[in-house]
């Protein structure tokens, strides 16, 4: 079946390959993990397939989060021009594209190690659940820190082959971090977001978002800084 041009456009938009900052989003701290869990010299290997699946992941994270906010998007000056939300992607053509991403990030860590095979597949369960949260509590954020920071803890399993405290810490940081920059994205949206009645952190926080995101990068530093000290240490022991 041959796509038209304007259908090529509309799914790489739904993929948000025109907006690749959620990838670098997505690959930050799995690279952080991947570099302090290989001692500053993690396997090409595993760079290039985690480089690749966060890629996958976040285009999937963000048709199935299309999809979820199909009746939303029109409401909100931001999205209203999103494919699934405007027609110019189905549903059906979004989850069978979901399906194709997902199946193909599972692919490419087959042949990783046991333990992040398993990881992976929470990751996939965070991707499809992120959406819906909006909905349902005041801290959305936190879920999309929790999902888009998965990936350093698979990181750190691919590498050693564990879930050890730096890989840890390297993931409360990120999630923090998400809460940060998500709260100021999320500030351009708040009228918006209360007449649609969904929730978020610019809404909880008001007024105050400021001082929420100010402490909120504090703890990211804080739990990067605590991950380097014990990873130099764990350096020292092994």
């Known amino acids: ?5 304007k ?3 509309a799914l790489i938009r739904v993929m948000r390959m025109d907006r690749p900052i959620g990838t670098i989003l997505v690959l930050m701290p799995t690279l952080w993990s991947l570099s302090i869990a290989g001692e500053g010299h993690p396997p090409f290997l595993l760079v290039v397939i985690f480089t690749l699946g966060s890629f996958l992941m976040r285009s999937a994270g963000c048709i199935i989060n299309d999809i979820a906010d199909r009746k939303i ?6 999205t209203k021009n999103r494919p699934i939300a405007t027609g110019e992607v189905s549903v059906k053509e979004g989850l069978i594209l ?24 929470t990751g996939l369960l965070l991707a499809v659940i992120y959406p819906f949260t909006k909905r349902f509590i005041s801290l959305p954020q936190l879920v999309l820190g929790v ?13 050693r082959n564990s879930i050890e405290l730096p ?26 977001d209360i007449r649609a009645g969904v929730k978020s952190s610019a809404i909880l926080f008001g007024d105050q978002a400021w001082l929420a995101i100010g402490a909120s990068l504090f703890l990211v530093s804080l739990f ?6 014990l990873a130099h240490a764990l350096k020292k022991v092994f």
Do not use: C, H, Q
């Open 73 to 78: 998007d029109p409401s909100v000056s931001r």
């Open 7 to 9: 259908k090529k456009n």
């Open 147 to 159: 999902s888009f920071g998965w990936g350093a803890i698979m990181a750190w399993a691919a590498v």
């Open 167 to 192: 890989g840890i810490l390297i993931f409360i940081a990120n999630i923090f971090w998400s809460l940060a920059y998500d709260t100021i994205y999320a500030l351009m949206d708040r009228e918006d």
């Open 1 to 5: 079946m041959t796509l038209s041009l």
């Open 224 to 229: 990067l800084v605590w991950a380097g000290v």
């Open 98 to 121: 979901f399906f194709l991403l997902a199946g193909l990030s599972f692919l490419i860590i087959l042949p990783l190690n046991r333990l992040t095979i398993v990881l992976s597949v």
